[in-house]
């Protein structure tokens, strides 16, 4: 883990995206009886492109998560998890397993396909994170499957000016560079904590797809509050050149996702993301052949 520093900062932001839409979510269930929020829902996969899905997970009810995610199948894009409390652990039909953890980020690109489960290792206590699914261009959604666990002390971490504590996993921020890369989407996804009345800003390229999820607290964007829970929409002004976040009283926590979207079709059946439906068709063949995995 980098070192709790004070940290010299990004390049200034001058022309601040807005807020174009704020965002409830949607309560649902996954897997086995999981209960989760979808944040990012397939109605706003074009607007967010690259990203396809958004889901929150909390609670410290044991019946709530505890019978996790069996075995099911995935093509055509990447899963990242990210793991605030709990234990889960993970095995997949390419041959890995790992135990995802407190503070810690599982990377999985599923490509042309693997099978895998994600089985809580707790009995109670909370388990709380997040899963962004984070779609491949067409040239890579037939590569092959790949895996690699992040335990938290691994994640490139700091604090940075006014006392915000600023995690990096995926992109670059304030000197900090996440570890796993994706030159067609250039991912960038950071955890921010800020104390009351604090302030972040973050460069971003204007044609990026950019949103900021609220998980603590209050905060922020261009004057406009985004409640715990909610998911700001930002704006892409040809101008822009970067966001801005400032913390309401209580502070916040959030995470701020942005991409280089793909402009290419999106069709998906369920655990299936591919281009056209010919392609989703024979998903779900292989799947049901046992060609898949």
Same mark, same amino acid.
């Given at each position: 883990?980098?070192?709790?520093? !004070?940290?010299?900062?990004?390049?200034?932001?001058?022309?601040?995206?807005?807020?174009?839409?704020?965002?409830?979510?949607?309560?649902?269930?996954?897997?086995?009886g999981v209960r989760l929020t979808?944040?990012?829902? #397939?109605?706003? #996969?074009?607007?967010?492109?690259?990203?396809?899905?958004?889901?929150?997970?909390?609670?410290?009810? /044991?019946?709530?998560?505890?019978?996790?995610? /069996?075995?099911?199948?995935?093509?055509?894009?990447?899963?990242?998890?990210?793991?605030?409390?709990?234990?889960?652990?993970?095995?997949?039909?390419?041959?890995?397993?790992?135990?995802? !953890?407190?503070?810690?980020?599982?990377?999985?690109?599923?490509?042309? *396909?693997?099978?895998?489960?994600?089985?809580?290792? #707790?009995?109670?206590?909370?388990?709380?994170?997040?899963?962004?699914?984070?779609?491949?261009?067409?040239?890579?959604?037939?590569?092959?499957?790949?895996?690699?666990?992040?335990? =938290?002390?691994?994640?490139?971490?700091?604090?940075?000016?006014?006392?915000v504590s600023l995690r990096v996993?995926?992109?670059?921020?304030?000197?900090?560079?996440?570890?796993v890369e994706r030159p067609a989407? =250039?991912?960038?996804?950071?955890?921010? *904590?800020?104390?009351?009345?604090?302030?972040?800003?973050?460069?971003?390229?204007?044609?990026?797809?950019?949103?900021?999820?609220?998980?603590?607290?209050?905060?922020?964007?261009?004057?406009?509050?985004?409640?715990?829970?909610?998911?700001?929409?930002?704006?892409?002004?040809?101008?822009?050149? *970067?966001?801005?976040? !400032?913390?309401?009283? !209580?502070?916040?926590?959030?995470?701020?996702?942005?991409?280089?979207?793909?402009?290419? /079709?999106?069709?998906?059946? *369920? /655990?299936?993301?591919?281009?056209?439906?010919?392609?989703?068709?024979? =998903?779900?063949?292989?799947?049901?052949?046992?060609?898949?995995?």
């Amino acid at each position: 883990m980098n070192p709790l520093v !004070e940290h010299a900062g990004n390049a200034p932001v001058r022309h601040p995206r807005e807020v174009e839409q704020v965002v409830a979510g949607v309560a649902t269930s996954d897997g086995a009886g999981v209960r989760l929020t979808r944040v990012l829902t #397939q109605a706003l #996969q074009r607007r967010l492109d690259p990203f396809l899905m958004l889901d929150a997970f909390g609670s410290d009810k /044991p019946d709530d998560y505890i019978a996790g995610f /069996p075995d099911h199948p995935h093509r055509g894009f990447e899963t990242i998890t990210y793991m605030l409390a709990g234990r889960m652990r993970h095995r997949d039909s390419a041959g890995n397993e790992g135990l995802l !953890e407190n503070g810690g980020v599982q990377w999985m690109t599923a490509g042309r *396909g693997v099978i895998h489960s994600e089985i809580p290792e #707790q009995q109670d206590g909370v388990m709380e994170g997040f899963q962004l699914w984070l779609n491949l261009p067409a040239r890579d959604k037939m590569i092959p499957a790949w895996y690699r666990d992040i335990k =938290a002390a691994e994640i490139p971490s700091a604090v940075v000016a006014q006392g915000v504590s600023l995690r990096v996993i995926a992109g670059e921020s304030h000197g900090l560079r996440g570890l796993v890369e994706r030159p067609a989407t =250039a991912p960038l996804y950071l955890d921010i *904590g800020l104390p009351a009345g604090a302030r972040f800003s973050q460069p971003l390229e204007p044609g990026f797809n950019a949103f900021v999820y609220v998980y603590r607290g209050e905060a922020a964007v261009a004057g406009r509050a985004i409640g715990v829970k909610r998911m700001a929409i930002l704006a892409n002004a040809p101008m822009s050149d *970067g966001v801005v976040v !400032e913390a309401g009283p !209580e502070g916040a926590r959030l995470l701020l996702i942005a991409g280089c979207p793909l402009g290419e /079709p999106i069709a998906q059946y *369920g /655990p299936f993301v591919m281009n056209t439906q010919d392609q989703i068709y024979a =998903a779900v063949s292989d799947y049901r052949e046992g060609r898949l995995g």
